[in-house]
């Protein structure tokens, strides 16, 4: 799967919802290989009480969600929560 490529400011700050319209919270920051360029995920803020029945990740006190269950960008970052698991 390719996305069309967003600038980072374009990301940062947006809803993160599921398929299914779940909200999850905000992009707050976006962690890549710095040698390629890859993505590898997205750090969340203001997680939403719905993210606690999901087994996400964490890096201290932010939660991670996998570059691969973006499903899409543009209003939202759409993922597809049966990935995370």
Known sequence: MTLDK???KEIIG???VTK???????????TFE???GELIQFLL??????????NLESSGKDLLIPYNT??????FVVISEEDLI
């Open 14 to 16: 947006k809803m993160v």
């Open 45 to 54: 803020k203001d997680p939403t009480t719905y993210v606690r029945n999901l």
């Open 6 to 8: 967003k600038p980072l």
């Open 20 to 30: 299914e319209g779940k909200r999850l919270g905000a992009v707050k920051d976006i």
């Open 70 to 75: 973006i499903i899409a960008i543009g209003d």
């Open 34 to 36: 710095t040698r390629t």
